[in-house]
């Protein structure tokens, strides 16, 4: 059974796993692949929305988590974790309507607002990996 322990671990994979559907529907796209493109765009998405909804449950019943590091370890740490939070509520929207315009078949419009979307989820998914690996790996709470 998976307890409320294991489950940053498991929240780090499906956002791992969001990540390389990510860049796998971007290479897809790239090869003009589109039936291909949009089935691994909208599992990255799902990926995603279940990671949203394990870390929301996570910090609802473990609260939050203290990061132990100091110095430069600490100084990326804050880093890091600002730039992905504060990109992680810019994308929302921005994935949203990415999504429509392709589902509009607005193909003109989805591709330049994707262009932005895409380096910048990807962003908001390996940074995540970065701040799992220095709060629960690198420097674990005592
Ligand atoms: C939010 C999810 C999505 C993201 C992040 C995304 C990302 C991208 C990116 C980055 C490109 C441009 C590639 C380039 O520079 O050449 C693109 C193009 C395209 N996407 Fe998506 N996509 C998403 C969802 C979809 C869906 C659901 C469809 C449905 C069919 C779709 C269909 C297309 C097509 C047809 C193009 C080519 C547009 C053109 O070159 O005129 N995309 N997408």
Redesign the pocket.
């Given at each position: 059974m998976i307890s409320v322990d294991d489950l940053p671990a498991v929240n780090a994979v499906l956002n791992a796993t969001s990540g390389l559907l990510l860049v796998a529907?971007?290479i897809a796209?790239?090869k003009r692949r589109?039936p291909l493109?949009?089935a691994l765009?909208?599992s990255a998405?799902g990926t995603s929305v279940l990671f949203l909804a394990g870390y929301l449950f996570y910090h609802y019943h473990a609260g939050t988590t203290r990061f132990t590091g100091v110095g430069l370890a600490r100084t990326i740490y804050f880093i890091v974790l600002a730039s992905h939070t504060i990109l992680a509520m810019i994308i929302v929207p921005l994935?949203i309507v990415?999504?429509f315009f392709?589902?509009w078949k607005r193909?003109?419009r989805?591709?330049r607002i994707?262009?932005w979307?895409?380096p910048l989820?990807l962003y908001v998914s390996v940074t995540g990996i970065v701040v799992y690996l220095m709060l629960y790996q690198l420097y674990p709470a005592a």
């Open positions: 529907g971007y796209i790239r589109v493109h949009r765009v909208l998405l994935v990415t999504l392709a589902l193909y003109d989805h591709r994707a262009r979307t895409f989820w």
